[in-house]
């Protein structure tokens, strides 16, 4: 049994989500006579940093083989027929390397349109079969049309998968609720005590600080809402950014260089950036509204905050109480206001037995959602016949 695991993003340029599809391959390799993890190979913006061993960039084993394919894309200039251009390489890769296969061969995505050359393939090979990984709704009509041809539609949270349920019956059996997960076995064996984590990454033993890190760039809500927190945060605080390119990191720096409680800190590897996690006292998720992703995403960042024996905060979408309890694995604060975000790490900083507790929840409820758990559920699914 064979699995093609195939992603528009240039995996050696570590991302968040990036480490996400990583480590899930790690864990699922092993149901597998062979999983190939099917990235393409962009040219790069001059500030962007790409590793050459992709295991070691994000500290997985080697049980996929990874595989990149060119394609004349730039990052900093991208056009208008980029998607084609994958299309197309995708659709090479399948002639040349799936369309006579004799095993049972499943092909993992997430892209509609990327999905058609593989449906062609399997009108004519029934030994290949599409798992569909889905994210939002399907927004247009030829969207819910591919979905109904798919074998398996492995939704991101219970909450969309509920909704795909009830509004595609038809095919409510071909569907699975799931989260995203943590590699709990790495965080462990990396963990260090806190005065150590902040001695290694030459930070303040004297500071609370409140962490986030993830997606950084010029013109984010969610980061300039970090801004604004700090701004009404005491000296006593200090409130790390960490993360996104050079370029964008040091534009905002430079916008908020009075702000003598923010630090900022651009792309750290992976695999470092747990010792960030373990040297926070608070650590923040607190996207903005406006966007429908927030009403069913499930971030593989929550995951790492869980594991780092530190509490959380975030803000109050529904879907991630599928995940964390509010007020026993981590307190909920209202969305789009700094000032209400500023008065919950006040008062979470000046309750230690609190924070204490929350951390310790958040570390027993995240055994749950590893990767190995995660690829279990899945395998499970795709083997049940219907």
């Not at 390489?89 to 040349?96: D, H």
């Not at 013109?219 to 005491?234: C, F, H, P, Q, R």
Request: hydrophobic letters at 40%.
């Amino acid at each position: 049994m064979y699995l093609y695991y195939f992603t528009p993003r240039d995996l050696q340029v570590a991302r968040v989500d990036r480490q996400c599809i990583v480590r899930f391959c790690e864990a699922f390799g092993k149901y597998f006579d062979k999983l190939f993890l099917i990235s393409v190979k962009i040219k790069l913006a001059e500030e962007e940093i790409k590793s050459d061993d992709l295991y070691q960039l994000y500290g997985v084993k080697r049980t996929f083989e990874f595989v990149q394919l060119p394609v004349n894309i730039y990052q900093k200039n991208p056009k208008k027929f980029d998607a084609l251009k994958i299309l197309w390489a995708y659709s090479v890769f399948a002639f040349r390397n799936i369309r006579k296969c004799k095993e049972e061969t499943y092909i993992y995505l997430k892209n509609y349109a990327y999905s058609i050359p593989f449906l062609f393939l399997k009108f004519f090979n029934k030994k290949i079969k599409i798992i569909f990984e889905i994210h939002n709704p399907p927004k247009k009509y030829y969207q819910a049309y591919l979905m109904k041809k798919f074998d398996k539609i492995i939704a991101n949270s219970n909450v969309l998968a509920k909704e795909l349920m009830e509004t595609y019956q038809g095919i409510s059996y071909k569907i699975l609720g799931t989260h995203q997960g943590i590699n709990l076995n790495y965080v462990n064996s990396i963990r260090i005590p806190k005065y150590e984590a902040r001695a290694r990454l030459n930070l303040p033993k004297d500071k609370i600080i409140v962490l986030y890190t993830g997606k950084v760039y010029y013109g984010y809500k969610e980061i300039d809402y970090y801004i604004s927190t700090a701004k009404l945060l005491s000296d006593k605080y200090l409130v790390l950014i960490v993360g996104g390119r050079k370029d964008h990191v040091d534009r905002i720096r430079n916008e908020n260089e009075n702000a003598g409680n923010l630090r900022f800190i651009s792309f750290v590897p992976p695999n470092e950036i747990y010792y960030y996690h373990f040297a926070a006292d608070i650590l923040l998720i607190y996207y903005p509204s406006g966007f429908i992703l927030n009403n069913y995403r499930s971030p593989g960042k929550i995951f790492d905050y869980m594991a780092s024996g530190n509490p959380i905060i975030a803000a109050d979408y529904p879907v991630l109480e599928e995940i964390l309890e509010s007020n026993k694995e981590a307190l909920f604060v209202e969305k789009d206001n700094p000032a209400k975000l500023a008065s919950k790490i006040d008062e979470l900083a000046r309750d230690t037995e609190r924070r204490k507790i929350l951390a310790q929840n958040a570390m027993e409820k995240v055994q749950r959602f590893t990767w190995e758990k995660r690829a279990e559920g899945i395998i499970q699914f795709i083997n049940h016949k219907r």
